[in-house]
């Protein structure tokens, strides 16, 4: 706890001072009442000092929220000996108090006093909650006594989900059952063929109708249910940021759209951040992954890295065969465009959702700015006709909804494969 | 991440009675200026002949509380000096009772006091209504204080022995007072 004496104790020092001696060299006594009115105040005021004692914490009501949610929190204060407290309590960027003031004097109490507030998770990410500034003074304002305190108290704010009522169905499945109707046959619900009989087949599976038309026996073929393997491939080589928001951002939002969207039918999600920082999680299925990826979404920042980075430093694991591969980029690094194209060519069924960096760009003041900005959207629609080419679904994703961008990839899909077939 | 969202309603606390800063800081800057300017016409009511060296001291001292209001520390002594040297000016020139200093001095330390309660004061904060009424109070026992010790003064400076000697008894306590707050504040 740091003490600092108020600047009036030296203008009243002065004056009183200067009084006293006037008052002695003039004879006056009005002059050294003057003078004696400030040096008894002094006096009086720094017989009045105590080192106070003061204890602020603040507790949150809970450790998770989502984007957006209002969090109860109390701020408890205790103090003894403080003839006046001023609070000051700064927040980390991302959250904000919705009710309550960050900058509060209060005269403590006897006992110890419980203020509440309410705080208010602006952006997804793992917050410690900022620190408490407590300057305590004495009655008479004189000493003021400073101390900082850091809340060890952690938030993590979750990006808010956005509904994905239909995402985008995978080439191909994996063995292991799920929500997905597979394009193969075998046990299923959904009927796919018929087929002449051979032995093993079970009697339910006959098609009497169609046995007693063609004279001889046929069974019925479904496609099984079967769930596909999904990895979500986050850029986080560059970003483009204005005001409060960027392509990150929404990046990580659509990710954490598209992991709860396939986890709930039951489909395997993987995570690969792919940056200055690359981190990968093997896909796998359930509520618990869910969390991992949310957890690992939080963690996601730019890290500013010239090394050149591939595909080749992902561990084969974090991408499984005939899994569909859903990149979230801004196209801006080089290397992000280079690797999904490798992904491409390594035979991945790609999706690429081109998170647009052009509407947090701000638009330079001379002709070469303006040009360069009508230049870089003709740039990117080159880029993604190149992907395009290769029979990538790729989809600008400004300010619409995800799930508006998500039915473009849908039926971009659609029309490549009634193309090829 | 489907949790439900923490329930409304009561969760123990309390709200805090608080006034907005800005609002007690104008009232405090008001309050000063016309604490100030009457302190300043106090000694200009019945002045004679002295007017014309009554008039700049004041316009000093009130332009010191103004420089001093606007957060300036240096300008508070400024303006001190102009009021006091106002009225000991006057009562030189009138040689009107020494007793006005009583209250003279416990006035200026009072404006003084608001001056630098209103700079301290942080404008974007909430004050606590229980905060301000002790604040309130303790204006009133510094002004209180002002007033005894300046009336003590000249009790002291009474007594009739002399009015050089009176004059040296005044000198020798406010020399004993400063050393004593001198090792005060050496002591802390």
Known sequence: ?421 | MDRPSARGGDRGGEVVPALRASRVRLTLALTAVALGCGLAAYPLADAGRDRPALLPLAGLGLLGLLFSLAGSTPMLAVALVGLGAELVVHQLATGSPAAAAIGYGAGLLLVAELVRWRVALPPAALVDREAVRRRVETLGATTAVGALAAAATLLGGGVASGSALAAACVGAVGAVGLLGLARILLAR
């Open chain 1, 1 to 421: 706890m740091t003490r600092t004496v108020s600047r009036r104790a030296g203008v009243y020092a002065l004056t009183s001072a200067l009084a006293l001696l006037l008052g002695l060299v003039l004879g006056s006594p009005a002059l050294a009442a003057l003078g004696a009115a400030f040096a008894a105040w002094l006096a009086v005021a720094f017989a009045c000092v105590r080192a106070p004692e003061a204890t602020v914490t603040l507790t949150c009501a809970v450790e998770r929220a989502v984007e957006g949610e209002r969090v109860p929190a109390t701020l408890e204060v205790s103090s003894h000996g403080a003839g006046e407290l001023e609070l000051l309590l700064t927040l980390s960027p991302g959250i904000a108090l919705a009710q309550g003031a960050p900058h509060l004097i209060l005269a403590p109490g006897d006992g110890p006093r419980s203020l509440p507030l309410v705080l208010v998770a602006e952006r997804w990410g793992a917050y410690r909650l900022g620190e408490i500034v407590v300057r305590a003074r004495d009655r008479f304002g004189l000493v003021a006594f400073h101390a900082r305190t850091e809340p060890g108290l952690a938030l993590r704010v979750y990006p808010r989900p956005e509904r994905l009522p239909r995402p985008i169905r995978p080439l191909e499945t994996q063995p292991y059952a799920g929500n997905q109707v597979a394009r193969v046959k075998g046990d299923g619900i959904e009927f796919a063929d018929i087929r002449p009989f051979v032995r093993g087949d079970r009697v339910r599976r006959i098609n009497w109708r169609a046995s007693a038309r063609r004279g001889e026996t046929y069974v019925n073929e479904a496609h099984p249910e079967r769930n596909s393997d999904v990895v979500l491939f986050l850029d986080s080589f560059a970003e483009v940021r204005a005001g409060a928001g960027g392509t990150l951002d929404r990046a990580v939002r659509a990710a954490a759209s598209l992991a709860r969207a396939y986890l709930d039918r039951r489909d395997r999600v993987g995570l690969v951040g792919f940056g200055g920082v690359v981190r990968w999680l093997t896909p796998s299925t359930g509520r618990t992954q869910l969390y991992r990826i949310v957890d690992a979404l939080l963690e996601t920042e730019v890290a500013l890295s010239y090394a050149w980075k591939g595909i080749d430093l992902l561990p084969p694991r974090s991408l499984p065969p005939q899994s569909l591969v859903v990149a979230l980029t801004p196209l801006l690094d080089e290397r992000s465009v280079l690797a999904l194209l490798d992904l491409r060519a390594r035979g991945f069924d790609l999706v690429v959702v081109d998170v647009s960096p052009l509407p947090f760009a701000a638009v330079g003041g001379d002709d070469l700015d303006r040009l360069a900005l009508r230049l870089w959207p003709l740039w990117r629609e080159a880029l993604r006709h190149r992907y395009e080419r290769l029979g990538v679904a790729v989809v600008e994703w400004t300010d619409r909804p995800l799930a508006e961008a998500i039915e473009e990839v849908r039926s971009f899909r659609r029309y490549a494969r009634r193309a090829s077939g």
